[in-house]
C-alpha cells in the first residue's frame, strides 16, 4: 500500500510541523507510513497488501 501510495503522490501522514511523510525504512520499523485503514488507526501501510475497496485516511 505505501508503494501505491507513493505513486499516487499521497502522503501517509503529516508531521507536527505540517510536512508529508511517507515511508522510509519499507520494513515496519519506522512507523513513517502510518495512515488510518478502514477505521484502523496506525496501520504500517508498508505492510498491508492492496485490496478494492479499502478506505484509507491520512493526515
Known amino acids: 500500500?505505501?508503494?501505491?501510495?507513493?505513486?499516487?503522490g499521497t502522503a501517509c501522514h503529516t508531521s507536527v510541523s505540517g510536512e508529508p511523510r511517507g515511508p522510509l525504512c519499507g520494513m515496519g520499523i519506522c512507523m513513517e507510513c502510518r495512515a488510518t485503514v478502514d477505521g484502523v488507526a496506525h496501520?504500517?501501510?508498508c505492510q498491508v497488501l492492496v485490496k478494492d475497496g479499502m478506505r484509507v485516511t491520512t493526515g
Do not use: N
Open 1 to 8: 500500500m505505501a508503494a501505491a501510495m507513493m505513486l499516487a
Open 43 to 45: 496501520v504500517r501501510t
